[in-house]
């Protein structure tokens, strides 16, 4: 609207204005019903506010209030420490469901992920077409063309499914996650149980003569691990239909895995591959990138 013009010129006529206005403002935001469990309300004064806030990072906006068709301008100032109470009172709470309207409307995308494999982002930078990537986990035999896929949205586990000649058939939901160790692990745990009462007896000595460790030096970009997904391929659908899947159920596939895989790293395709089985070792032939 038309922007407003100073019509008071006591300063304590400006005050009474401008705590006038604020109120209008609390009262439309309350209204609003964000957040029931918050109310708001008029703190300090701006004086007062700005000598509070000192050099402290603010989040500012320009808005614009319309009152009885004239428009007036104002800032709304966030202050970081603000910020991260709000986020912090919010992240303990859960999720509000989805409506039933968004639910048939929202599409997300299911993987299929049939193995995988770690290394650094260096080794990744090298590879090239034609190479061999050797699997940590491989889930289907190329060879046999059987084996079993793992359901995931947005990198979480959600079913277990295995192969059939129309689909894939859900099994059963991914209630725990696999830990693997080394033989040299597990023989390291049981010496250390082993050991308790010997350590025992000497923690106090030991204590006095440990010298502090020093800081580890920074990974370098190049050494930081990931992860690369081997995916069968993504199938979409409503938020609704996810909802209602369970075990026993047939996810219809538009493509087998014999006929190519995706390589997915960070949930972004990196190219495309296949699944080779060199004697006992199941791996990937980059094909793509």
């Given amino acids: 609207g038309e922007e407003m013009a100073a019509p008071f010129c006591d300063p304590d006529h400006v005050e009474g204005f401008h705590h006038y206005l604020a109120l209008e403002v609390l009262e439309k935001v309350e209204k609003l019903k964000f957040a029931e469990d918050l109310s708001p309300a008029l703190g300090e004064h701006p004086k007062e506010l700005r000598e509070k806030l000192g050099d402290s990072y603010c989040f500012a906006v320009d808005v614009s209030l319309t009152l009885g068709g004239r428009g007036a301008w104002g800032h709304l100032v966030i202050p970081s420490a603000f910020r991260e109470e709000w986020k912090g009172h919010f992240a303990s709470k859960p999720k509000p469901p989805l409506s039933e309207e968004a639910r048939k409307k929202l599409l997300v995308d299911v993987a299929l992920e049939a193995g995988n494999a770690s290394f650094s982002w260096e080794e990744w930078n090298e590879a090239k077409v034609g190479d061999f990537v050797i699997l940590d986990r491989c889930f289907f035999d190329p060879d046999t063309k059987k084996g079993r896929v793992v359901l995931t949205l947005g990198g979480e586990p959600l079913f277990r499914g295995k192969f059939e000649e129309s689909g894939v058939k859900l099994l059963e939901y991914p209630f725990y996650e696999e830990v693997e ?8 745990s049981e010496e250390s149980y082993d050991s ?94």
């Fill in 196 to 289: 308790i009462e010997e350590n025992e007896e000497s923690e106090e000595v030991i204590e006095e003569t440990v010298k502090p460790q020093k800081k580890s030096p920074a990974i370098s970009p190049e050494k930081i691990p990931v992860s690369l997904t081997v995916e069968v391929g993504r199938v979409r659908m409503t938020a609704e239909e996810l909802m209602q899947l369970a075990p026993g159920n047939l996810v219809q596939l538009p493509v087998s895995p014999d006929q190519g895989v995706d390589l997915v790293i960070n949930g972004k395709k990196m190219g495309k591959g296949e699944l080779v089985k060199v004697g006992e070792v199941l791996g990937v032939r980059i094909l793509q990138l």
């Fill in 181 to 188: 160790e080394s033989m040299d692990e597990e023989l390291e």
